[in-house]
């Protein structure tokens, strides 16, 4: 059967997707683009905004409709809308659904579909089965045949869940406690990759740096980076990048060997979230906004031409104009490469939605959102403007409105023309064009990355 998944909110997400997909193919059903034609409909939810949980719905309500027209057509739903815990409501509430796959799990698919299978068509899953368990290894990824050989950068989950429990966040409801992947599983999953033709992977966790706590004298995260480049060298992965940071676990271990191992590339998510003290004390972040200042003057000394990138959340209850003004000056102070603002909304559980007032009326909170993301567009396009005349490295991805597109060691989008197909390679772009979202260049065989941007291996 023919499979189509719509995928919303983060990195993870985008995983489990891949994640369903490949236990797809490996039962021999195929992706398809056209999503009306699909048999099997799965939606992949996120629900960490008002906003986001809004959009999956309505995409789940589309296809209601269709299903009406096509009643044999299965439906899924995925991710942080189902959870983890009793499904039984939810059920009532949207009957058309024909199963329900908690985030990160696809098994509840597969024995839906094993379920309906005929005796003969077991015997051949098994088979089929039986043949990948021979060809493959725990963790193993299968892509669907349009990204084998055309997706060169992959995400990695590495630990599941979170234990931080910030008052305003509803993973740790949707997704459980923190548990990290075993590591010959996370090893045998960057082969897979590899020997489909990725050339990146990213390493995924709500708190990468977590990695292995919860595991008794398991590696932790700079041990895993130690063996994930020693993967990366014998299978021809050239860069490795890992997200998401939180300010208190990010170790001197971990930030050496972003600098020392040179297939990791220079690139740190950490969100900070808020820049006063009182703020960040409500929303239970555990640090306060001298700690990140420290933090960041640490990151910078410790890897060259790091490229920063945070979060913030703007309009958290109480928030005042001078805590506003507060976390406006600190980002304007540390000029961050990349900031990913949201409006605060709350969210069903969590402490601030129980014990808070959502007390800053939606326009104040647009205000202040507009006047961040100027600050960022004003930083961003500086950051950018250094890159002029320079050439980078640019491991090229994809085609995009006639021009090639691919990602610095930074992770900064850079588009190119050209008349030949360099994807899954990285190539040396000279930078003609700078902007805040983007950059523009031309290819420059031949000639030497400069040294402010060259990648030291
Ligand atoms: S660290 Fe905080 S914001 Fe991030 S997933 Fe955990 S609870 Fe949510």
Redesign the pocket.
Known sequence: MDYYIWTFGCQMNIADSQRLASELERLGHQATLDAEKADIWVVNTCVVRQSAEDRAMNRLLLLRGWKKRQPQKIIGLMGCLVGIKDTTLLRQKLPFVDVFLPPSDPSPMIEFLRDRRSEMELVADDERMRHHRDTLQDGDLILPAAEAGNLFSAHVPVVYG?S???SF?I??FRRGVEHSRPVGEILGHIRSLAAQGVKEVMLLG??VDRYGKDVPDGPDLPALLRLTHQVAEETGIERIRFLTS?PNWMTDELLDNVAELPRMMPHIEVPVQAGNDEVLERMKRGYTAEQYRRLVERIRASIPNVAINTDIIVGFCGETETQFMDTYNLLAELRLDKIHIARYSPRPGTLSARKMADDVPADEKERRYVKLEELHAQISAEHNARWLGQTVAVLVEDLHKGKWRGRTPQNKLVFFEHPIDYRGQIIPVEITWTGPWSMQGRLQLGIETTPVCLETR
Do not use: E, G
Request: glycine share 0%.
């Open positions: 979170c931080h429990a910030c966040c993973v740790p709500q708190i939180h």
